[in-house]
């Protein structure tokens, strides 16, 4: 399969946990996109990277989230401390490069008990 | 912040009619892509355009980049089962700077296909 992969589909964490969401691009893109989808809505964008890079993380909270894509191994949304409100879709994208059309994975579902 | 309003926000239609779906902004877009999202799945890349102007088939879809470069609408032909979800509008907002990678996304039009 070629397409973005993540995992894990669902994750389930406590209150005040840490949830590490893996995304391994298309073959060939090195541009990756996390977004967040609440039920009934939109994506919203959260944090663009490209290998090693930060480019934009504009929609990334200010506190508890970060991003990284290392030079070797997936990309990784990593949510410290867990609230509630963090229960979510969180999809990853890939391009080949920065405006071109991303394709998605199918997501991975945090809940928070 | 930047909003697209797209419209329908739902659908109830027959099998084998047509569908007509858009998006607007008060935002200038470089390019505008038209999304399928199944239930439990990712959003799955249905048409992208590029131009101001364009009008871009695949199969029964045609989608159109609108010439100001603020809106965009997505037409289905002959509806069919297969074809129920909620479908996003999204664009590369003409921002500069870093966000050229960033997509917006409309909040989704879901499709009802009776048979």
């Known amino acids: 399969n070629a397409g973005v992969m993540q995992n894990p589909r669902h994750l389930v964490r406590r209150r005040g946990q840490e949830a590490r969401l893996r995304c391994s691009p298309m073959?060939?893109?090195?541009?990756v996109y996390w977004y967040r989808q609440l039920p009934e809505e939109g994506l919203k964008f959260m944090v663009y990277?490209?290998?090693?890079?930060?480019?934009?993380e504009s929609g990334m909270p200010k506190e508890r989230f970060s991003a990284e894509f290392p030079k070797e191994g997936p990309s990784i949304l990593r949510i410290q401390q867990v609230v509630r409100g963090d229960s979510a879709a969180y999809f990853c994208?890939?391009?080949?490069?920065?405006?071109?059309?991303?394709?998605f994975g199918d997501g991975t579902r945090l809940s928070i008990l | 912040g930047q909003q697209l309003n797209q419209s329908p926000q739902s659908m109830f239609i027959q099998e084998g009619e047509d569908v007509s779906m858009n998006c607007t902004s008060s935002?200038?877009?470089?390019?505008w892509l038209w999304y399928k999202q199944d239930p439990g799945e990712g959003p799955v890349l249905l048409i992208a355009l590029y131009k101001a102007g364009e009008l871009t088939s695949n199969g029964r879809l045609t989608a159109q980049f609108g010439i100001t470069r603020k809106d965009s609408f997505l037409n289905i032909s002959a509806s069919i089962p297969s074809d129920v979800g909620i479908y996003f509008c999204?664009?590369?907002?003409?921002?500069?700077?870093?966000?050229?990678?960033?997509?917006?996304f409309g909040q989704g039009t879901i499709l009802t296909v009776h048979p």
């Open positions: 994208a890939s391009s080949a490069a920065g405006a071109q059309p991303q394709h």
């Open positions: 999204a664009g590369h907002i003409n921002a500069g700077g870093t966000s050229y990678g960033k997509l917006t």
């Open positions: 073959k060939g893109h090195s541009h």
């Open positions: 935002s200038i877009f470089n390019t």
């Open positions: 990277l490209q290998k090693e890079n930060i480019i934009d």
